[in-house]
T-cell receptor
């Protein structure tokens, strides 16, 4: 049973063309995270929601936005993708605080042409 | 940066051998977690060890934690080809987020 679902699995966009990645969860967890992972690197946290409270990392570019319309869904919007934004984007959830286990989706591989 | 450093960056072994990877971090923690990532996939949680624990086992996995040295190790015994993956340690940098280490890429050959 899929617990954290990401769509699409692969996304190709053009330089500067807005793109939205989606994540849904069936775990009813309070916290949802978006990570960016480039090849052979550690996942880098972009932002997270604790319930409806949005927490942006200080070094996350303004080009990246997020929405969480309800408990189950969270979206990552990239307003004007650049070539440097090509990466794997991982969504994760945790029941409560970061000390809890995080459950990851399979990721969306973004290609920017 | 709180980011952990993992050592070695890459490890290549034969099936049946043990694999050991190490993680060092910089600040005090509440717990440390290990995750596995198969190529092109999301991360899967393996084990969590709390700051007041020194060793923990889960199946073929053994994790140790030395808070005085700010280091942890993950031992996989009797490795299988299916263990081929990247392994990341993660520490709770603050109340609501984890910071991942640089990862160890493990290759287990049949």
């Amino acid at each position: 049973d899929a617990m954290v679902i990401q769509n699409p699995r692969y996304q190709v966009t053009q330089f500067g063309k807005p793109v939205t990645l989606s994540c849904s969860q069936t775990l009813n967890h309070n916290v949802m995270y978006w990570y960016q992972q480039k090849s052979s690197q550690a996942p880098k946290l972009l932002f997270h929601y604790y319930d409806k409270d949005f927490n942006n990392e200080a070094d996350t570019p303004d080009n990246f936005q997020s929405r969480r319309p309800n408990t189950s869904f969270c979206f990552l919007d990239i307003r004007s993708p650049g070539l440097g934004d090509a990466a794997m984007y991982l969504c994760a959830t945790s029941r409560d605080v970061a000390s809890d286990t995080q459950y990851f989706g399979p990721g969306t591989r973004l290609t920017v042409l | 940066s709180q980011q952990g450093e993992e050592d070695p960056q890459a490890l290549s072994i034969q099936e049946g051998e043990n694999a050991t990877m190490n993680c060092s971090y910089k600040t005090s923690i509440n717990n440390l977690q290990w995750y596995r990532q198969n190529s092109g996939r999301g991360l899967v949680h393996l084990i969590l060890i709390r700051s007041n624990e020194r060793e923990k086992h889960s199946g073929r996995l053994r994790v140790t934690l030395d808070t005085s040295k700010k280091s942890s190790s993950l031992l996989i015994t009797a490795s299988r080809a299916a263990d081929t993956a990247s392994y990341f340690c993660a520490t709770d940098a603050s109340f609501q987020k984890l910071v991942f280490g640089t990862g160890t890429r493990l290759l287990v050959s049949p």
